[in-house]
């Protein structure tokens, strides 16, 4: 009993000390690399309206980046993600994402998350990326509310709007996704629920399972795709509640 108070104790003490970082073109602190580099565990990093030119932003564990009036992180088609990520805690939220770069080589995004668990990517806006989302080996996160426009026109340039692989226990949720390869693209994902998406007008799928068990959809609607969902070399898979308009 009294190791379990000296840690809630430890814990609130912990919480009461987080800070504030505020990111702005008149700020003191005028980069988001700058106000990431600030910040401890439990901080948040404010970033008002504005254009910030920023590449391999790397987050820590822990940290909230939340964009206030969706400022634009411009990636200038550099051969890098724009955010990278390999930490806890950490949710982004609140921005515009543009201009990523394409490479045949590496995997490039506008966020691009590596062994992460705890997290929670919504409500931002991803256009002209190669990818916009690239989660890889990760655990109980949450996309949603994210729109993703894209503009590829064939499938050996393009990439995919939500790509996720080898990871579980995620939710995909009430994402718009329109113009990539495949909507949302799952290979060794296990246990993730994934609903209330619309997927239009993609080259490939819609929504696209490899090796993937285990998963639910429901809720969501699949539109002028090449097809709307593909599943491959996949088990227990439950689905309820689908919308499929294919084309023509």
Not at 83 to 105: D, E, L, P, Q
Not at 129 to 158: H, P
Not at 187 to 202: G, K, P, Q
Not at 208 to 221: G, I, K, L, V
Request: charged share 20%; hydrophobic share 35%.
């Amino acid at each position: 009993m009294k190791t379990t108070l000296i840690f809630f104790f430890l814990l609130l003490t912990s919480y009461s000390n987080s800070k504030t970082i505020t990111v702005c073109k008149s700020c003191s602190i005028k980069t988001i690399k700058n106000g990431i580099s600030l910040a401890d565990e439990g901080d948040t990093v404010l970033v008002k309206k504005g254009v910030y030119k920023e590449t391999i932003i790397m987050m820590n564990d822990g940290i909230q980046l939340v964009g206030v009036d969706m400022p634009t992180i411009d990636g200038q088609y550099k051969k890098e993600s724009i955010i990278a990520v390999s930490g806890n805690n950490f949710s982004i939220s609140g921005f515009k994402f543009r201009n990523v770069g394409m490479s045949y080589t590496k995997e490039i995004s506008g966020v691009f998350v590596s062994k992460s668990r705890n997290f929670t990517i919504k409500d931002n806006d991803f256009r002209d990326v190669f990818y916009s989302l690239i989660i890889q080996s990760s655990k109980y996160g949450v996309i949603k509310n994210n729109t993703v426009i894209g503009d590829a026109r064939e499938e050996s340039s393009s990439g995919n709007g939500i790509h996720v692989w080898k990871s579980s226990h995620l939710r995909i949720e009430e994402n718009i996704i329109s113009g990539m390869r495949d909507g949302i693209y799952l290979e060794f994902v296990d246990y993730s629920h994934i609903s209330h998406n619309t997927s239009f007008d993609n080259l490939r799928y819609g929504l696209h399972f490899m090796f993937s068990d285990n998963n639910e959809y429901h809720h969501n609607e699949f539109m002028r795709n090449g097809a709307g969902v593909a599943v491959m070399f996949s088990n227990i898979l439950k689905c309820t509640t689908t919308l499929f308009t294919t084309i023509g």
